[in-house]
DNA sequence: CGAAGCTGTGAATCGTGATTCACTTCTTCG
DNA sequence: CGAAGAAGTGAATCACGATTCACAGCTTCG
């Protein structure tokens, strides 16, 4: 039995598919979904196409994998911060809205292409289960309030998808502006800003802890 | 000059045009966006592929026209129940709301495919354009609760947008779900519905309500 | 070295569904 | 009726990007 794989050419074999990877998010980061065919992702992890199918059974599949990390990690973020610590359900939740209102405008075209762009249904399909993880994250702080008697007892599923549903739509209009006006000067980062974002991020996180159910009697903060 | 088109024969042409919009409607009322090709519509049109591309320039310009009439008449709707009249803009929302979301709730898969299904391009701006109407509405009833000192001033337009998000993610759940249950029992409103419509539109409302940004003393109702 | 088995290549192929167009059928009017 | 212009037809074509695959180049080990 002549060849046997050794641990030098798995690395070598990850480091090709992470760069796969990679390439795939770098592309949707900054020319969306609609611009990342096989080819171009192929041409930009410096690789030829055939070689993307022998690490991935199919576009769906690899794309599938780059929404995965990519949400993955804003995801973790927003549970992380809404963790039960001292604070109360109000705090919490307004820490996660905070924390995603900010990342989103922080990076639009990934952040509208993980929100909102038409994409593939296996991808869609990655794209729910997050929306899923955001909701429960948010539906587990709401639970937290109702035990605590800090809300009133309501459907905490409900209420927490439409909290993710309202953070969504509010970001996507701003999220597709700056784009656009990216789309003109060359360079991230330039002069004046797309849009004032701070406003923006105090009015959803007013609105979001605004429209939690409280319990009778208010604690005020 | 032999020949010179007639009323008669516009009134025909005409009712071939509004066949295949019915058909296109019907056909993503019934079987989603995904299932509405070209082929499949004219035949439920009783017409010839050719026929279609007689009528509309391509799939894109009939199935937006066939969005943008059922958008129309959902947004329309929500129009109406929330022009001022003597109500509080608290009840004025309620109310658009709740019409929102009984409408989709009955025609759930015309609703997801209105609100949330992968379309082309075209209809997706279609969409778009729609959404704005939503937000519209809603903004102009804040803007009303603001100028009447009901609700204390804020930026309605991220509001609005919020709300039309939460309700539209709110829904997609139940929405699909729906869906999926019908696919097996065949005919629509069979025994069981798939799940109680009533306090999920109750959820909603409530949220709704609640999350406005009320002026310092509050009215009770 | 050479057999065996792996990864990399990219031009050619394939699938899908929108779109075309040469032809037939219908309608009008001199 | 017959010319002329319009609507209807549907098999054939096309566009486009995902996918394949025969071949080339490494890597391992007896």
Same mark, same amino acid.
């Given at each position: ?5 050794? /641990? +030098?050419?798995? &690395?070598?074999?990850?480091?090709? =598919?992470?760069?796969? @990877?990679?390439? !795939? ?26 070689? @993307? ?9 690899? $794309?599938?994998?780059?929404? %995965? *990390? ?16 001292? =604070?109360?359900?109000? /705090?919490?939740? &307004?820490?996660? @809205?905070?924390? $995603?209102?900010? +990342? ?8 509208? &292409?993980?929100?909102?762009?038409? @994409? ?6 990655? *794209?729910?289960? $997050?929306?899923?993880?955001? *909701? ?8 937290? #309030?109702? +035990? ?13 998808? !439409? ?9 996507? #209009?701003?999220?597709? !502006?700056?784009? +656009?006006? %990216?789309?003109?000067?060359? /360079? ?13 991020? !105090? ?19």
């Amino acid at each position: 039995m002549p060849y046997r794989p050794t /641990e +030098r050419t798995e &690395a070598r074999r990850t480091a090709t =598919r992470e760069g796969i @990877v990679a390439a !795939a998010l770098a592309q949707v980061a900054d020319g969306g979904y609609a611009s990342a065919g096989v080819q171009v992702v192929a041409e930009r992890a410096a690789v030829a196409v055939g070689t @993307v199918y022998r690490h991935f059974p199919s576009k769906g599949d690899l $794309f599938a994998e780059a929404f %995965r *990390r990519a949400s993955q990690r804003e995801l973790d973020l927003v549970v992380r911060v809404t963790e039960p610590d001292g =604070r109360s359900a109000r /705090e919490r939740v &307004a820490a996660g @809205v905070e924390a $995603f209102a900010r +990342r989103a405008l922080a990076g639009p075209v990934l952040a509208y &292409a993980l929100l909102a762009e038409p @994409v593939d249904p296996a991808v869609e399909a990655e *794209r729910l289960r $997050f929306r899923t993880g955001y *909701r429960d994250a948010f539906a587990r702080v709401l639970e937290d #309030g109702v +035990r605590d008697g800090e809300l009133s007892p309501h459907d905490t599923h409900t209420v927490a998808a !439409a909290l993710v549903g309202a953070l969504g739509e509010a970001l996507v #209009g701003p999220l597709s !502006a700056t784009m +656009r006006s %990216r789309a003109h000067s060359a /360079e991230p980062s330039a002069a004046g800003q797309g849009g004032a974002k701070e406003p923006l991020v !105090a009015t959803l996180v007013q609105f979001c802890e605004e429209a939690l159910p409280r319990a009778h009697e208010r604690v005020h903060a």
